[in-house]
């Protein structure tokens, strides 16, 4: 036990410690939810979802794995919808972003096969990558020249090779050149992975994506996004071609050994989704007032979520703990989850923000010397 509690104590003195906490204090403005289109407590949208499917008696659990009896008619819904809006051959349902990110890559890199992954991306992904057999590097972030000197040394060693990232980057908000990336991978015959987690819901004229926005979704070998943020719901998909989906399904663990989603969440993100295409003007708010805070922070504008490095653990946790008692709930972000010295507030806007409301965050971050 000795053991244990030193690695507590030593977590608590580099400011790392992490604990649970209660919800969000009504009277705060939430800057650290990832509710990017503000639909989690919308009840106008919950009302006609209870209209449309209160008599349909849809389970609250699936009690069995989606290879015994728990692949409910809402899966094929719901994976036929996403086939259709973005005109891709297969989709695949997994119980969460980090069930995909865990479990995809390690079912398709072997040992004669190489991934090579921004810097940056998502720890899930990290771990995924961990637990395939492939080799593994790592191109600087965002520097796609970098990937390149690594593709044109170590390609031809390899059967397969899997570029991997974020569309939009989790912790500092900016955005892949995915575009690039689709060149790269078709010059030199890979495969391109991209999680779309932050993205999906929000970017893209129908709401797709980054990958809407620049073009480029059939160009995607595994598009993945979740349904747990803008979606308001929870479980994640891939979209890739439909032998890649048939492999997933005898192949990946994080898919076959764990119990399905209930029936009621998958109608319910369904529902959403369904309406993404007319969430227009709460994407263009949430660009608007994501816009205007990044401006005041002086800072380049590149999403909804606004990275406010301050260095230290102590600073970060002092700022957070003082815009929490000026109404603004923000939690600091830490390394690990973060380079060393690099820790920062992370603001992650949402739709029903006001320009008021960036302002007032604004002046009281500038009005505070910690």
Not at 36 to 62: H, I
Not at 122 to 129: E, L, M
Not at 289 to 316: D, T
Not at 350 to 365: F, I, T, W
Request: glycine share 6%; net charge neutral; with cysteine.
């Amino acid at each position: 036990m000795n053991r244990y509690k030193n690695q507590l104590q030593d977590l608590k003195e580099q400011g790392n410690y992490r604990a649970l906490r209660s919800a969000v204090p009504q009277n705060c403005v939430n800057l650290s939810s990832n509710d990017y289109l503000d639909l989690c407590a919308n009840t106008e949208l919950y009302s006609r979802f209870m209209a449309e499917y209160s008599q349909k008696m849809l389970p609250f659990s699936a009690a069995s794995s989606r290879l015994l009896t728990g692949n409910s008619a809402q899966y094929a819904e719901l994976e036929t919808l996403l086939c259709h809006i973005f005109r891709r051959e297969a989709a695949l349902v997994f119980n969460s972003g980090y069930h995909a990110n865990c479990g995809i890559l390690p079912v398709f890199a072997g040992k004669r096969d190489l991934i090579i992954a921004d810097k940056l991306v998502h720890a899930s992904i990290i771990d995924g990558i961990r637990l395939a057999q492939a080799d593994f590097e790592r191109f600087r972030h965002a520097d796609y020249a970098h990937l390149e000197r690594i593709l044109a040394e170590k390609r031809e060693h390899y059967d397969n090779v899997f570029i991997v990232t974020e569309s939009i980057f989790s912790m500092d908000g900016d955005c892949a050149d995915l575009r690039r990336l689709v060149a790269l991978k078709q010059r030199y015959e890979c495969l391109l992975y991209v999680d779309e987690a932050h993205a999906f819901g929000v970017c893209g004229a129908q709401g797709l994506g980054v990958c809407e926005e620049q073009g480029c979704i059939a160009d995607i070998d595994f598009l993945v996004a979740t349904f747990g943020k803008a979606i308001a719901s929870l479980g994640a998909f891939v979209l890739c071609c439909g032998e890649f989906r048939d492999y997933l399904i005898n192949f990946s663990r994080t898919l076959i050994f764990t119990t399905a989603l209930p029936p009621i969440n998958l109608a319910w993100a369904s529902f959403v989704i369904n309406q993404l295409a007319n969430f227009g003007e709460r994407r263009e708010n949430l660009r608007a007032v994501s816009n205007r805070c990044a401006e005041l922070l002086e800072i380049p504008y590149q999403s909804h979520i606004i990275p406010y490095i301050i260095g230290s653990n102590e600073g970060a946790i002092a700022q957070a703990e003082n815009l929490q008692s000026k109404g603004f709930f923000v939690l600091p972000i830490r390394y690990p989850t973060v380079p060393k010295n690099t820790a920062r507030l992370r603001f992650s806007l949402h739709a029903g923000l006001r320009m008021s409301d960036v302002e007032r965050l604004v002046h009281e971050l500038k009005m505070t010397k910690l």
